[in-house]
């Protein structure tokens, strides 16, 4: 199966970024505007340098990927990186299981990795995009502060 960018990115236009953004504003209140939005639920955004920053909304992270948004579109042609940020062979196999979305969903962790989840497709669901990231937004800024290994009850979406 042969992947686009634009198979594993929803459409800006019908989304309202504000309210997606709204949960992660903790971590995210510095960038300058969402660039795009994975079918992960993920976003990557530019910053106050006009760097490319990488919200990942399953681990709570934010990272810098590229200096440059005419940085980051080279590094799209990278295969590790674009298998990495939007994670093709979930996405082949999710396509293969005909676990589809529609438009104002994205995939999102029954149970999130930051919690121990994995990435496979029974831990994999469709769910409406505000929910999914006011949720993980929630459950991250909840959980940032605590040293690796502190035990918390585990949170799912089901």
Known sequence: ?????????????????NDICSAWTWLIADQKNVLLVTVFGDMFLVGQLDEVNWLDC??????????????????????????????????IELQQKSIFLNDNQVYSYKKMPVLGGEYITDNVEPLDISVHFTLTGQICEQIKDLPDG????????K
Not at 1 to 16: Q, W
Not at 69 to 91: A, C, G, I, M
Not at 150 to 157: E, G, S
């Open 1 to 17: 199966m042969t992947l686009k960018l634009s198979d594993l990115v929803k459409d800006k236009n019908k989304i309202d970024l």
């Open 58 to 91: 399953s681990t709570g992270e934010l990272t810098r990927v590229a200096d440059s948004v005419n940085e980051f579109q080279t590094l799209l042609s990278d295969k590790d990186n674009f298998r990495n940020w939007f994670l093709t062979p979930l996405y």
């Open 150 to 157: 502190t035990p918390i009850d585990v949170v799912t979406t």
